[in-house]
């Protein structure tokens, strides 16, 4: 069984940064790519930012410049630093990877969400 677990939300005034984390655990073979995902009311959920087993990153638009992810393969864990927050960065955040386990099979996994509130 695999899990993610994200930690790092809160509420933060506009202009404020919280970094967010999430932490694959289980019988993981290997971890693909890992990104964050958010949620806000009445939205669907977007992509904000994904990282690559080697590192490589990609970034949403309304997020490029002020969003950082990162990863720390040898703790399977990744990292989302955010700065300059706004309201509309209001959501719950969501971790996903695609994980291969100990039955060699690559899946999808979801944490179950961490809310962040910008708000003054």
């Known amino acids: 069984q695999v899990q993610l677990v994200e930690s790092g939300g809160g509420l933060v005034q506009p202009g404020g940064s919280l970094r967010l984390s999430c932490a694959a655990s289980?019988?993981?073979?290997?971890?693909?790519?890992m990104d964050w995902y958010r949620q806000a009311p009445g939205k669907q959920r977007e992509l904000v930012a994904r990282i690559t087993s080697d590192g490589s990153t990609s970034y949403s638009d309304s997020v490029k410049g002020r969003f950082t992810i990162s990863r720390d393969n040898g703790q399977n864990t990744v990292y989302l630093r955010m700065n300059s927050l706004t309201p509309e960065d209001t959501a719950v955040y969501y971790c996903h990877s695609i994980i291969v386990d100990v039955g060699d099979f690559a899946r999808h996994y979801w944490g179950r969400g961490t809310q962040v509130t910008v708000s003054s």
């Open positions: 289980g019988s993981i073979v290997s971890v693909r790519y």
